[in-house]
């Protein structure tokens, strides 16, 4: 719904009958982007230690919250590491997973549309 934000008064009669001829502009409101859920994959052969180092180093976690997210990714198979906007998300995803082959890992990292 559009949202009223100036009100102009208009003498376009000259005021002959008291109406000032009232003038309304309405802004649409911008809707907020998607956000994105970033995702890391357990697997059966990437340390517990490099995936630490890598929510430490791509998602800013502190040693004790990525170990937290860490034990999660690999007793549920899956955990949210963070939630963006699309292209935050993409290259994140990106950094990981170039990150992860060139140390040769197989980690995964996903996004989805939150």
Do not use: W
Request: proline share 6%; charged share 25%.
């Amino acid at each position: 719904m559009p949202i009223p934000f100036q009100i102009q008064m208009s003498d376009k009669d000259g005021g002959r009958d008291g109406d000032p001829g009232v003038v309304l502009q309405t802004r649409s409101k911008t809707k907020r982007p998607p956000l994105y859920k970033v995702m890391l994959l357990n697997d059966d052969f990437t340390p517990m230690e490099f995936v630490v180092h890598i929510l430490e180093r791509f998602f800013g976690l502190n040693h004790a919250q990525a170990f937290e997210v860490m034990l999660t990714v690999h007793k549920k198979g899956v955990a949210v590491v963070g939630v963006f906007s699309y292209e935050i998300a993409e290259t994140k995803v990106g950094q990981v997973m170039d990150f992860a082959r060139r140390h040769q890992h197989p980690l995964q990292c996903t996004m989805e549309k939150e």
